[in-house]
Every structure is written in C-alpha cells, then in structure tokens.
C-alpha cells in the first residue's frame, strides 16, 4: 500500500475515533465529562513526549525569564487546558439559551 494512502487511512481511523469520543463526551454528565476531558489532557501530557519536549521547548523559547519548574507548570496547564477545550468543542452543539447555565461558568455579573 503506498504510503499517502497508508497515511489516508490512518487520518480515516483518527477521524472516527475522534467522532465517537465527542459522541460518548455529549452522553456523560457535563461536570463529570468535563473533569474527565481535564483528566485526559493531563494523560496526554504524561504519555506524549514528543508534543511535551515541543511544548516545553517553545514555551523557553517564549519564556526566557522563567525558571524550568515554572515552565514545566505552564506546559502542565497548557495541556489541561487543551482537554478543557475538547469538552468545549464536545458539548457546544448542545447549548442553547434555554440551558446554558448547565455548561458556561461566570463571576462578577449580577
């Protein structure tokens, strides 16, 4: 099989799973689907080496002042916050202006 239509596949395969993820996101309880989407950024900071030591490299980069226990924390939160945007994109097909409430947190309005 040459190589472009190997790698077609794959992005075929990827494509799928990414599709059920965010149907089985949308079925869970949203404060429990967020905390997990959380948990999975986390996960993936741990397991994918290469993004990490590209993240952290970038952010020294970007960062020159800040020491490596404080670059380390950001790259931490960067992919958090990376699982916070895959709820994010999980569950805004389903908000609406009858139940908003349920998915978007907000301070200091009255």
Do not use: W
Request: proline share 2%.
């Amino acid at each position: 099989m040459a190589k472009n239509k190997k790698n077609k596949h794959l992005d075929y395969i990827a494509y799928l799973l990414f599709v059920l993820i965010l149907f089985l996101l949308r079925k869970l309880p949203s404060k429990f689907s967020k905390r997990l989407c959380i948990k999975l950024g986390k996960a993936v900071y741990q397991l994918d080496k290469r993004h990490r030591e590209i993240a952290l490299k970038n952010l020294r980069l970007a960062f020159q002042q800040k020491s490596d226990s404080e670059i380390r924390d950001i790259s931490h939160k960067v992919f958090e916050n990376l699982g916070r945007t895959l709820y994010d994109y999980a569950v805004l097909p389903a908000i609406n202006k009858n139940n908003f409430r349920d998915y978007i947190e907000y301070e200091g309005v009255s």
